[in-house]
């Protein structure tokens, strides 16, 4: 296949980024995304140019790092897959295909197609977590969990932190990827007894970090490549309300 | 020679880890304070230990290349964490998990660790349940076990399709936990490209800020390398792409031993090669053999015309197929281990016999489990695995059956560690697929992970403190020492280096070629004139990708193909290593298969007279050929023999 890229380039966070129209011939069907964009790159550097940087690393849809924005949808056209799980069967011979980076204000461009996500790192490190330390815990089937909340855990449980709900969002709302978390610690036992203060403090950082608000459009939902429920974000804002009320009352 | 001492303690077997831990030295509250550990990688086996050193209290940095912890290698691990709890009641015991993996590993490891390693795997599901991590269970609310190759036992726990993924995310939760208590110091996007030593021990790494370029000076009292594992150094392999052996090279160079470079472990269900664009291999988890039915055509002529395309699989009636592992391994089946499976299966397609277009791939066949189970069933246990395929191959293998071929996917061989996990450097410590523990010439299936959470949550925040209770006067170091400036200079130096050839070749091409290369004659079937040809033919490479690799841009920005550039420097010097090992290892065990040391049936021959010790090779200089030591294996308490799956 034969195909025109439309890439953002842009050097550094503090210079400003452009479009840039490359051609990439001989492109195989079977090919992924992310090998196609290795292709041009090995003939850029060829002809002394500056390749594309963009991040990625598992390429099989798990670690969350590709992140890119193919045609104005965060990690391209298919649902329920990430930018290094789609194949160039995807699209036609002679297509333009628009890449750009995630855009949101948390996730200042780093270079090119690259952003810089730490702010989800610290919305975990606001209370993503079970406090407890290694060693002098209770047998793993000391405390029976309903096979039913072990699997909504787990739906939950699946976030990759990639940030294609922020991207996605109108209003670069990280309600998805919080709520995930939240309800995934909600539903099981282990994460109950810090559920108050952990759900405000997560709430509070992504506040702080410049994140928007909700406005229930649910193109979280839609672009999410695991497809994480908007249910969650229902559990979260229960869990956010009656934490709120009991921390009035104390 | 110098005598290595793997510090195995004395008594039962049983009774050894309880004996270390009861003398060990520790260190106290107050003095803990004042002592810094570096972990290097964040991945099961470095975010637990640093976390755990930050729970007790030490002062703590974290490095990892990737931007957040949770995107080390770790998170692709698919099917399963291994223990010997016995919840299914199927006659599982700590014993016969030390023992399978001993047996597993071709009675390569020592029986010391392996013992310590079955004895705290059921400490870590323990740890992770409390974590929150949402493993399989049933409909009684209790934990849910399958089962993988290499055991008689369902002893695998496992969180879907995800096992890695939600382990990781413990560790990384445990981990956040720590850096926001102030206990741990996360340093991301950051490469290790120096050791620094001083006066003979471990005090400190060179990094290079990977957004930056700036190289940064960082000191500790003991450094831990988990910077996992170098199959990638077959350029095609099941690894993440930024996945690298050079941190584990850059502490060779400086004195810490290699133990077993060689022993490479080929998976057997991988998505076939198709394509040479193609950027890496993709994994079908082993969990799939438990349901799954491997088979090719029992006829040379139905392999030619599925491979032109004019037959379908589904059109090959069951009296013409061959499911060769049944035939060959009654006993074990399509369970047989990864090293097994992986041999039969190019056995077959060298003999002609394979599928696909290209013949080098098998048939994985769910029809008898679809029938049996149903689809919802399948769906339910693989649904992501299918889903995965499908979207990779374009073709459905509810209907038909999965293609696979064999991939290299993990290093048993590693730097070489005592029951401590020290390296022959004091105070440099590595976990994880890093090291060269407890796997031995071929690692079980589910065992990895539980290696480096075992190495992470239960085993370094002991040993640790038996080396740094003589270390508590030892003030903080600073980063201006002379070691340090030496240490910044070399790693500036080969950077420089790099950029400064401008040669015509891209470093992708170069690593192409050094992966064929491995792949031909140090891959699955080794011989003495392929490796030696392979060391010829990788020095050759080496020398030509000095002169004419082209590395674009500065070292003051963010650069990609710098960051290849630097680890496949490592890798054209480790894929040497290999080679060197395999050829001076004349007899074939688990995963080191020399054609020349086979059985008349084409099972592996060891030769356990000449063979059973650890290699751990000492590094001499760039010039000079590398020295081996040898650590002898002593079997005390089970009776070394052929490994046996029929
Ligand atoms: C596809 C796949 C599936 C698998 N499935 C299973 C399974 O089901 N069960 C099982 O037991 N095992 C499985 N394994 C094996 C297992 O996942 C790995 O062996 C294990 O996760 C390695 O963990 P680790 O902590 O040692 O290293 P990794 O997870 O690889 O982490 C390495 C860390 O080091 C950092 N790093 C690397 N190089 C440097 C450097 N130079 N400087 C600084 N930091 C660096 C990285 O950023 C990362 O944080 C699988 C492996 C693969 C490839
Ligand atoms: S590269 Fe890991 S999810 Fe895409």
Partial sequence: MDLTLKIWRQATASEKGKFVEYQVQNISADASFLEMLDVLNEELVRKGEDPVAFDHDCREGICGACSLYINGRPHGPDKGITTCQMHMRRFKDGETIVIEPWRAKPFPVIKDLMVDRTAFDEIIQAGGYVSINTGGVPDANAIPIPKRDADTAMDAAACIGCGACVAACKNASAMLFVAAKVSQFAVLPQGKIEARERVQNMVAKMDELGFGNCTNTYACEAECPKEISVSHIARMNREYLSAKLVSQKE | MTKLDAKIPQGPLAEKWTNYKAHQNLVNPSNKRRLDIIVVGTGLAGASAAASFGEMGFNVKVFGIHDSPRRAHSIAAQGGINAAKNYPNDGDSIYRLFYDTIKGGDYRAREGNVYRLAEVSNNIIDQCVAQGVPFAREYGGLLDNRSFGGAQVSRTFYARGQTGQQLLLGAYSALSKEIKKGSVKMFMRREMLELVVIEGRARGIIVRNLITGEIERHSAHAVVIATGGYGNVFFLSTNAMASNGSAAWKVYKKGAFFGNPSFTQIHPTCIPVHGDYQSKLTLMSESLRNDGRIWVP?????????????????????????????????????????????????????????????????????????????????????????????????????????????????????????????????????????????????????????????????????????????????????????????????????????????????????????????????????????????????????????????????????????????????????????????????????????????????????????????????????????????????????????????
């Fill in chain 2, 298 to 646: 029992k006829h040379k002529e139905d392999a030619e015309k599925i491979q032109k395309g004019k037959l379908k699989p589904t059109e090959i009636p069951e009296d013409r197929r061959d499911y060769y592992l049944e035939r060959r391994y009654p006993a074990f089946g399509n369970l047989v281990p990864r090293d097994v499976a992986s041999r039969a299966a190019k056995e077959r397609c060298d003999a002609g016999y394979g599928v696909g277009s290209t013949g080098l791939a098998v048939y994985l066949d769910f029809e008898d489990a679809i029938k049996r189970l149903g689809k919802h069933v399948i769906e339910a246990r693989y649904g992501n695995l299918f889903q995965m395929y499908e979207k990779i191959v374009d073709e459905n293998p509810y209907e038909t059956p999965m293609m696979i071929y064999p991939a290299v996917h993990y290093t048993m061989g590693g730097i070489w560690v005592d029951y401590e996990l020290q390296t022959t450097i004091p105070g440099l410590f590595a976990a994880g697929e890093a090291n060269f523990s407890d796997h031995g010439a071929n690692r079980l299936g589910a065992s990895a992970l539980m290696q480096g959470l075992s190495d992470g949550y239960f085993v370094l925040p002991y040993t640790i403190q038996n080396y740094l209770a003589d270390q508590i006067r030892v003030p903080r170091f600073e980063t201006k020492l002379p070691e340090f400036e030496e240490a910044e200079k070399a790693a500036r130096e080969r950077i420089e280096k790099l950029l400064s050839i401008n040669g015509t070749d891209t470093v992708d091409t170069f690593h192409r070629r050094l992966g064929l290369i491995m792949w031909d004659h140090v891959g699955m079937g080794r011989n003495k004139e392929g490796l030696e040809k392979a060391i010829k033919m990788i020095q050759e490479l080496r020398a030509e990708f000095w002169k004419n690799v082209r590395v674009p841009g500065k070292n003051e920005m963010v650069n990609p193909e710098l960051e290849k550039a630097l680890r496949l420097a490592d890798y054209m010097e480790l894929g040497e290593l290999m080679a060197r090992d395999a050829l001076l290892r004349e007899e074939s065990c688990g995963g080191h298969f020399r054609e020349e040391h086979q059985t008349e049936e084409g099972e592996a021959l060891r030769d356990d007279e000449n063979f059973t010790y650890v290699s751990a090779w000492e590094y001499t200089g760039d010039d000079k050929e590398p020295k081996l030591n040898k650590e002898p294996l002593v079997f005390e308490f089970i009776e070394v023999k052929q490994r046996n799956y029929k």
